[in-house]
């Protein structure tokens, strides 16, 4: 997850790479919650790296990035299949639920209203709108699995606006700013020696 809690501010100490990542800190994405299942095993997380991968309404196809260490990822290798979810701006609770922690821990959709879809995955209900998708292609990079999907169904359940990073940064209690916080250092520990040896990989050495 790419949720970065720290405030955004221009400051002329900065080094170059907080220069570089207040320039990211500036983008205000849309918040996605992501959900699949394997088996009996099920789970979700809050995604931000989600986009349209074609122009052609007959082919919808979607680009998600995902974390390999995550739960969520290890049911989408598994199934071949995931839902994505547009929120709300008043569901900042539902994506905290999962937003922070693990689906090995904790099941995330314990206690939510959620169908079946045809990809096998959890479609919540009462989402601003839903996708469910069919991995077609993967690129692993490392720290990030990017997956291509079509999309096989969908629809927008009501009008508004989506909720985007800082609504759910601004919705937030300092308890979970701190274990997003943590959340975000452990992945960072964990995703930096994927990508190093992706990278060298390239290089040959």
Request: aromatic content about 6%.
């Amino acid at each position: 997850m790419a949720l970065r809690p720290d405030p955004q501010k221009t400051d002329p100490q900065q080094t170059g790479l907080e220069k570089i990542d207040a320039v990211f800190k500036s983008v205000n994405r849309e918040l996605w919650i992501v959900t699949a299942a394997a088996g009996e095993r099920r789970g979700g997380l809050v995604a931000t790296w989600v986009s349209q991968a074609s122009l052609d309404p007959q082919k919808p196809v979607v680009a998600v990035g995902i974390a390999p260490n995550h739960h969520t990822a290890e049911l989408i290798e598994e199934s071949g299949g995931f839902a994505l979810h547009m929120l709300r701006t008043d569901q900042a609770e539902l994506a905290w639920n999962f937003a922070i922690g693990s689906g090995r821990d904790r099941d995330k959709l314990a206690g939510l209203a959620f169908s079946s879809g045809e990809s096998g995955s959890p479609v919540l209900v009462g989402t601003l709108a839903w996708l469910d998708c069919r991995v077609l292609s993967r690129f692993d990079t490392g720290d990030r699995i990017f997956y291509w999907a079509d999309i096989i169904s969908g629809q927008r359940e009501v009008e508004g606006e989506p909720m985007r990073v800082n609504d759910l940064i601004a919705a937030a209690d300092g308890e979970q700013l701190a274990a997003l916080g943590q959340d975000l250092s452990t992945d960072i520990e964990l995703q930096r020696p994927l990508a190093e040896a992706w990278r060298a990989g390239l290089s040959g050495t």
